[in-house]
């Protein structure tokens, strides 16, 4: 009977789907667990563990390498990218957040309202 190994968690199904599918590229069969569960009910995430990218036991050392040399690579990426400067909707002040909070929502320093940062 083949074991199933939990290689990397994530706190965002998404994220989970995306390095499914490249995992999945690169030839590994590829189960996910618990994505529904965090999806649907988020704050249960770290009662969890996330959602759970798992392979079979005799290729789970191969995808944890692949799977951390794909962190890094997109870390690095980030770090590369300039900061991102845009004026708060609401208040109209200038805002500067790091790269790698690109496409999140944060808090404008000046009026406490939410904001897009631009991808």
């Not at 994220?15 to 249960?44: C, K, S």
């Amino acid at each position: 009977m083949t074991k199933l190994v939990t290689i990397a968690t994530f706190d965002f199904p998404p994220e989970a789907e995306a390095m499914r599918l490249l995992l999945e590229a690169e030839g590994f069969e590829v189960f996910i667990t618990d994505d529904h569960l965090v999806g649907t009910n988020w704050f249960l995430a770290n009662a969890v563990g996330g959602a759970k990218i798992q392979v079979i036991d005799s290729k789970a050392d191969l995808a944890r390498k692949f799977v951390e040399q794909t962190r890094n690579n997109t870390r690095e990426a980030a770090l590369d990218k300039p900061d991102v400067t845009f004026d708060c909707e609401e208040c109209g002040e200038s805002l500067t957040f790091p790269s790698t909070r690109r496409g999140y929502v944060e808090t404008c320093r000046h009026c406490q309202k939410f904001v897009d940062v631009p991808e």
